[in-house]
């Protein structure tokens, strides 16, 4: 096959070379309303062709390489006092696979425990290119299905508004679940 960056000959979909080029994190962080911090590693234009292949068969792999070269460095250095959740952001498979869930699977470490099925939206409207307005106006009304985790952390590919975090926030918290931190893939805010 060939890379999709420099379309040279390689075993992987991104090769070795390309990722160690191009896909490196560029961190940005702020704060949620309610001061929770979210990290993205990076800039949405830097990945957003990436991220577009997301409800393909070729996302599958093309989503496990970004996470492995942002989210599954994170998690290896991430220390804290308890075990903690990791969720996906409506994490119900879109075709073959669910990407968030993706991105949860590369935060299995001593401290971090991926849950899946845990926090579904039961809205399913499209927020694509609409104006925080219109996801304000059409919630994604969660629903969360029970862990054992106190602490938990989400995961999502892009953040844009913020508005699809605070509302998990909201509702991880109305059972009685603090988030600690959002994790996303890239940062379509500027």
Known sequence: MKCL???KLSFLHICTSCQEKHLQPSLSRHKLFGGIEVISFYRYSQIKELLHTKHTDLGYHIYK???RNSI???AKEFTYG???AV???DDKPKGLYAHTAILARECNTKCLSPQYARLRAKNDVSYSGK???F???NPRDFSVKSFSHKECILVDDIITTGTTLSEAVTTLAGVGKETILCLTLADART
């Open 72 to 74: 599954a460095k994170f």
């Open 82 to 84: 308890n075990k903690v």
């Open 87 to 89: 969720l996906g952001i």
């Open 5 to 7: 960056m420099c379309k």
């Open 131 to 133: 104006p925080k307005s």
């Open 65 to 67: 390489i970004l996470a």
């Open 135 to 137: 996801r304000l106006q």
